[in-house]
C-alpha cells in the first residue's frame, strides 16, 4: 500500500515514477445520488491514502457538486477523481514535488452552474453549495462539453504523490472501475 499522500519519501533507486490515479462513475440523477458519491468517494480516497482532513473537504465539496447536478442538471451525472502528480513547485507553496486532487462533476444540461443571490440570508437553505466550493477548494470553475457541462474543483497537496511499482493497477470500487496509470509531470 503506498504511503499517504503529503508524507516525505526518501529517493533511491528502487522508487519508481509517481502515478496518476483516476476514477470515474456514473450516478442516476437522484436524491440518493449525493450519498452515493459520498461513499464512492471514501472508497476512492482511502484506497488512495489521502489525509483524513483533506478527505473530509472532498467529500463535502463532491456532495455539494453532485447535489447541484441532481437539482439543476438533467440526465445522468459522471463523476471523475484525479490525482496528478508534479516535479514542479507547488502553486501556493512553493514545495516541492506536488499534487493536485480534482473532483469534476458532470451532467447533461447545457445551462451554467450559478451561484445564488441569497446566500447571507440565515432563512434561505439554498445557493451556498458553489459559495463553499470557491471557499474550500484551491481552483475550481464549470466549462461547458458536448452536451452538457462540468463542475470542479482542485486541491494541490504538499509532498509526492503515492508511488507503485507497477506500470498500470486497475482494481474495482463497488462495481466501477479505477485505474492507475505510471507517468511522472
Not at 26 to 47: C, G
Not at 86 to 98: E, K
Not at 136 to 144: H, M, T, V
Request: proline letters at 8%; a positive charge.
Amino acid at each position: 500500500m503506498p504511503p499517504p499522500i503529503g508524507t516525505t519519501m526518501n529517493a533511491s533507486p528502487t522508487c519508481t515514477q509517481a502515478v496518476r490515479r483516476r476514477a470515474r462513475f456514473r450516478l442516476p440523477r437522484t436524491a440518493t445520488a449525493p450519498r452515493s458519491a459520498r461513499r464512492l468517494i471514501d472508497a476512492v480516497l482511502d484506497e488512495w491514502c489521502t489525509p483524513g482532513d483533506i478527505a473530509d473537504t472532498l467529500r463535502l465539496l463532491t456532495s455539494e457538486l453532485i447535489t447541484n447536478a441532481v437539482a439543476h442538471g438533467n440526465g445522468r451525472i459522471e463523476l471523475v477523481l484525479s490525482l496528478s502528480p508534479y516535479a514542479g513547485s507547488h502553486p501556493l507553496t512553493g514545495r516541492r514535488p506536488y499534487a493536485v486532487l480534482r473532483v469534476e462533476v458532470s451532467d447533461d444540461s447545457p445551462f451554467p452552474a450559478r451561484r445564488d443571490g441569497r446566500p447571507e440570508d440565515d432563512e434561505y437553505e439554498h445557493g451556498r453549495g458553489l459559495l463553499l466550493v470557491e471557499a474550500l477548494s484551491d481552483r475550481w470553475g464549470q466549462e461547458a462539453r458536448t452536451g452538457g457541462k462540468q463542475l470542479w474543483c482542485e486541491f494541490a497537496l504538499s509532498g509526492p504523490a503515492p508511488r507503485r511499482s507497477d506500470a498500470c493497477d486497475t482494481g474495482t470500487v463497488r462495481g466501477h472501475e479505477t485505474t492507475t496509470r505510471k507517468g511522472g509531470s
